[in-house]
């Protein structure tokens, strides 16, 4: 694994302010920018706040500290900045800092402080090929790798929507827990057979079906021509309002600042590939957790050795691996009925090793930019860490 310090990689990303910068010196807390090499070639962008706001202002050198590290991994469509977008009372980054952890956040490939790679350029179709099943594979494991060779301690994981997907999925496949201290699960996504969303079915409905042939573009640009031509077909369909996008994909959130959602659209969304949003298609027409359908049985079996994609087992994620899940009445994407189906698989965790968290009414972007997330969740979150 390649590491590269934010001095010596500036060049990476020349046209772009740093999240450090932007959005964590400001407020007067340490950070320092890393850029991480996964195996299969792609620089990934992490930041790392090492201390608190007060540790950070009286001058206090805190990196070095045995502090336990916490690992932020976002979902779908945005990247690390989605973290930081409420004040440091409010986000989540901040709270653990000044709660005495230190925090790293992640970004995976494609997003805009992650387009590098050791010999492809994100303007080619080669870049984009990919699914959530290499970021499983390449991406957790390099981000997770690094933060525990620079710490030398096990890691609290946080990850929201596809980012507790892909944890789910490493840990059925027994990756990444030598390394693990507890992991919290916002807006779980595993099962997506009961999601709500209007316009997110509709889009499932075309990407599992013809949809990479019609548009020819590996790259998932929500900003894109070719994506927004597909939006606006889809928002045609009678009973989907586009009118208030986010609503229509996340559920109705109780708790959003409006400067919040405004700093929200100026940032996100960002790119993810084609073949990642046609695999998450198949997730939501299968009913299943599984690997990459090709859709053709030999190409299955050259890549899996048998005719079907082979599935992901949450029945064997360890039992002892202290996991905290939080969900909301009305997530629009994390369905309740789909969480029960997860935590039927989880139903050998025992005690503390297993933390629920139902808010009623909370959906799928209350659990990062809520204004009463600290009340709600971060809390018990912490105390979840601090008995692990």
Request: net charge negative.
């Amino acid at each position: 694994m390649t590491i590269f310090i934010f001095v010596f990689a500036v060049k990476l990303n020349e046209a772009l302010v740093g999240l450090c910068e932007s959005s964590v010196i400001v407020h007067g807390y340490q950070c320092q920018e890393f850029y991480v090499k996964t195996e299969d070639g792609y620089v990934l962008n992490m930041q790392r706040i090492p201390s608190g706001e007060s540790s950070s202002s009286s001058g206090d050198d805190d990196v070095k500290v045995n502090k336990q590290p916490v690992l932020l991994q976002h979902g779908v469509l945005v990247d690390g900045m989605s973290w930081l977008l409420n004040s440091p009372q409010q986000s989540l980054p901040f709270i653990l800092a000044d709660s005495g952890f230190d925090v790293w956040i992640a970004h995976t490939r494609g997003t805009r402080f992650s387009r590098q790679h050791a010999n492809l350029d994100a303007s080619q179709r080669e870049y984009w090929n990919w699914s959530w099943d290499e970021l499983v594979d390449y991406d957790l494991p390099a981000t997770f790798n690094f933060v525990y060779h620079q710490t030398g301690q096990k890691l609290h994981y946080v990850g929201h929507s596809l980012g507790t997907l892909i944890a789910l999925a490493s840990f059925s496949e027994g990756k990444l827990v030598d390394k693990l201290r507890s992991a919290a699960l916002l807006s779980p996504i595993a099962y997506l057979s009961h999601m709500t969303t209007g316009i997110g079915i509709l889009a499932a409905k075309a990407f599992a079906g013809e949809f990479t042939t019609l548009m020819g573009v590996a790259e998932f640009n929500p900003k894109g021509e070719a994506v927004t031509q597909f939006l606006h077909s889809l928002c045609k369909n009678p009973g989907i309002d586009c009118y208030d996008l986010m609503t229509s994909i996340t559920g109705k959130n109780c708790c959003l600042n409006a400067s919040t959602v405004d700093l929200f659209l100026k940032n996100e969304p960002q790119s993810t590939s084609t073949k990642n949003m046609v695999h998450l298609a198949q997730t939501v027409r299968d009913g299943i957790l599984s690997k990459f359908n090709y859709g053709i049985q030999v190409m299955n079996v050259e890549h899996y050795g048998q005719g079907k994609p082979p599935i992901y087992n949450l029945a064997n994620i360890p039992k002892t691996l202290p996991l905290f899940l939080s969900y909301g009445g009305r997530d629009a994407l994390s369905d309740v009925k789909d969480v029960e189906m997860l935590l039927d698989k989880l139903k050998f965790h025992q005690g503390e090793d297993l933390t629920t968290l139902f808010i009623n009414d909370y959906a799928h972007a209350d659990f990062i930019m809520g204004v009463n997330a600290k009340e709600m969740i971060y809390n018990a979150l912490i105390s979840f860490f601090g008995r692990h």
